[in-house]
């Protein structure tokens, strides 16, 4: 039997929950030694963040130091009664924001700002193309009224320049009341004659046939 599987019978591995517990084990650590780093290579105000060449190679081989450490407990280390994998190693903790009041009504009040506006416009989609509807209807009113009042002045002004230059005035005839009564009375009697004249032809035939009688009896 060898010095492994020995090791492996007498000592107990160490049990972890779950995944997270793991990483939150190397999140503590690799916290740790970046406060240690900090305060070995304290940041200079005049230094840009990230410039300080030599800071960035001991963290990264502190890093890799914490990665092999944990690399090597690893057959050590069961969750829950299963071997821990290499991805479990490596995998990123994820990180939560600790519960906040104020960031909770925030978001609230947000949904209701939110569904607010969506009844707003809905309300806009609504109204808006009736009201749209109406205005341009007014609109086109009155482009045609000013078209129609624009075609008449036209007509009008084209109307008084020709009368001006062929100079022709229609004016108020002299007497135009005796004339028009003179000639309703025209009509007037030839109406009567029209009306007559029938009877007249009859008296002129029955005279003439008494005529030729008086004188073929002679």
């Known amino acids: 039997m060898d010095h492994d599987s020995i090791t492996s019978q007498s000592q107990r591995k160490i ?9 939150y084990l190397i999140a503590n650590v690799r916290n740790a030694a970046t406060t240690l780093i900090n305060q070995a290579f304290p940041q200079l105000p005049s230094q840009p963040h990230g410039e ?5 190679q001991i963290e990264s ?15 050590n280390l069961s969750i829950n009664g299963l071997p821990i994998s290499p991805a479990d ?3 990123t903790p994820e990180t939560y924001e600790p519960f906040d009041a104020r960031k909770r009504q925030r ?41 129609e009042e624009a075609v008449e002045g036209t007509e009008k002004a084209v109307v008084d320049k020709a009368s001006e230059e062929a100079g022709l005035r229609v004016d108020t005839l002299e007497r135009q009341d005796g004339v028009e009564r003179g000639f309703r ?3 007037e009697v030839l109406g009567r ?5 029938p009877s007249v032809v009859a ?15 002679k």
Do not use: W
Request: proline share 3%; charged share 35%; no cysteine.
């Open 185 to 187: 009375e025209a009509v």
């Open 61 to 75: 081989l502190v890093h890799e130091y914490i990665n092999k450490t944990f690399g090597l407990a690893a057959p």
């Open 203 to 217: 008296r002129m035939e029955r005279a003439r046939v008494a005529g030729e009688y008086v004188l073929d009896a």
């Open 52 to 56: 300080d060449d030599l800071r960035n």
């Open 107 to 147: 978001v609230a009040d947000l949904i209701a700002q939110e569904e607010k506006l969506l009844e707003e416009v809905a309300a806009l989609k609504r109204s808006v193309p009736a009201a749209a509807a109406a205005e341009q209807a007014a609109r086109v009113r009155d482009a045609i009224r000013r078209d």
């Open 193 to 197: 004659l029209k009306r007559d004249m």
């Open 89 to 91: 190693l490596t995998t």
């Open 15 to 23: 049990e972890l929950q779950s995944p997270e517990d793991l990483s």
